[in-house]
């Protein structure tokens, strides 16, 4: 992709109006010392000891948040708690202009994805909310919210146990300027395209994630698809297109948590902003390889930097 066809492409992303609906979340970091030698007074268990707490948009969050530093105008749909996390989710989606008038409020503890480090490694979750009962009240309402407004795209999320949006809505959704990321029911998702990872491919086909098989598979549902594939990049494949678009050699230690939802925020921007499919996959390749470069947290990517990246400069 030329200079100036980036250029046109980052310019027509700050026009566009974005919906994401899904999955809402808050990652939540904390630097984690286990070995004090410090004990409890009243348990006589030693005191671990949490330092640089931080928070970021996680699950559908994570998704809106890429678009907003690329400059889209998002539109959040989900639910949130009034607690501490939720308080923090509407403080962030503030901060970054996410309009956030149909994220409901409601009685259950916000999805939270607890995360301690250790050493710059990710140690067991600890997870907030996450199964509520209680996600789904709200999902007719807000499904038609979504109807009544008009948007350039539309992402669609599951990851939940207890997901937002069921199987039964997933089915009943048609939209050509929208893609689903669906942890689990991507089978439900037959009139909309799908982006999945490998694993996921694997578990749905019993079948490598090759180039072959990727393109039966779309042919077959005759709807998109793109596959992330990690270090071998990604593919999009519909009846009539097919692309791999390899990924940018790796600088140095990296981290893929949230890389999935970049891919998915950088192809959605690029083409609803008019960008081929072969310019979307490469600007989504840029935007993933600058966020899986930010460790202990859920990368993005700017316009800048992703300029700094296509005029072949690298990672710092």
């Known amino acids: 992709m030329k200079t100036d066809r980036l250029e046109t492409i980052l310019a027509r992303i ?15 970091y904390f630097d984690l010392q286990t070995s004090t030698g410090e004990f409890s007074l009243e348990t006589a268990k030693e005191v671990h000891l949490a330092s640089q707490p931080r928070a970021y948009l996680g699950g559908a969050g994570n998704v809106a948040k890429n678009l907003a530093v690329l ?9 949130r708690g009034n607690d501490l996390f939720g308080r923090e989710m509407a403080h962030q989606m503030a901060t970054l202009g996410i309009d956030a008038t149909n ?9 939270t994805y607890s995360k301690p480090l250790r050493k710059q490694e990710e140690l067991n979750r600890i997870d907030f909310g996450t ?14 919210a979504l109807s009544t407004e008009s948007f350039d795209w539309v992402i669609y999320n599951e990851q939940f146990g207890i997901p937002l949006l069921q199987a039964q809505h997933i089915e009943s959704l048609t939209n050509p300027q929208a893609i689903a990321d669906l942890r689990s029911l991507g089978s439900n998702a037959k009139h909309l395209p799908l ?39 990604m593919v999009y494949a519909s009846t009539e297109e097919f692309h791999h678009q390899p990924a940018l050699p790796v600088k140095g230690p990296i981290d893929t948590v949230g890389a999935g939802d970049m891919v998915v925020a950088g192809f959605s921007a690029a083409r609803a902003a008019g960008a081929s499919v ?22 993005s990517a700017s316009p800048d930097a992703i300029r700094h990246l296509h005029d072949g400069h690298s990672i710092t």
């Open 103 to 111: 994220i409901q409020e409601i009685d259950i503890d916000t999805p």
């Open 71 to 79: 400059g889209a105008q998002v539109s959040a749909f989900g639910v």
């Open 195 to 233: 982006k999945v990872n490998e694993a996921e491919f694997i578990k749905i086909h019993s079948k490598p994630a090759s180039d072959e098989n990727i393109q039966i598979w779309a042919t077959s549902r005759k709807q998109p698809v793109l596959v992330t594939l990690g270090e071998k990049g």
């Open 14 to 28: 700050q026009q566009l109006r974005i919906a994401v609906m899904g999955d809402f979340a808050l990652d939540f």
């Open 278 to 299: 072969e310019e979307a996959c490469e600007f989504a390749s840029l935007a993933v390889h600058i966020s899986i470069h930010q460790l202990g947290e859920t990368g």
């Open 131 to 144: 199964r509520s009962a209680q996600f789904q009240a709200q999902t007719g309402e807000l499904l038609d």
